[in-house]
């Protein structure tokens, strides 16, 4: 049964993801591990949080909300999505993006991100999103 949780870390299961996540060039799970562990992002300020998606015990999904360094107090970024590649283009993803809003619409009037893939932005804009061009993002949401 897919349910989606309040993450902390560490978590061992978070390391497959990291293992996965590396084989795919992507760094910014590792990066979640180590600012975790140095003290750097806890996703723990006002509006922040970190979810997990699990199937069963199995991690599969993991994504947060932080406030966004390089926007307003009222703006809030999505940052360290990302979905096992067996689960992508099942739901996963837009279900943990769809909760992370949900969250986001409480303390926040706009949600931005960062991609590099051209895969992840159309997924983004899919769920609403518009790129924009900003050095610090390239998507941007309106919440409210």
Known sequence: MIAIEPLSLPDRRVTSLVTLSLKEGF?????LDADWANGENRFDARGEILLGVTDGAALIAVGGLNIDPYGTAD???LRRV?????RRTNGVGAMLVK?????ARAKFRVARLRTDTE???KFYERLGFRRIDDPNATHELTLV
């Open 27 to 31: 760094n910014f799970l590792d990066r």
């Open 75 to 77: 703006c809030g970024r």
């Open 82 to 86: 990302y979905v096992t590649p067996s």
């Open 99 to 103: 909760t992370l809003l949900d969250h």
């Open 119 to 121: 895969r992840a932005a």
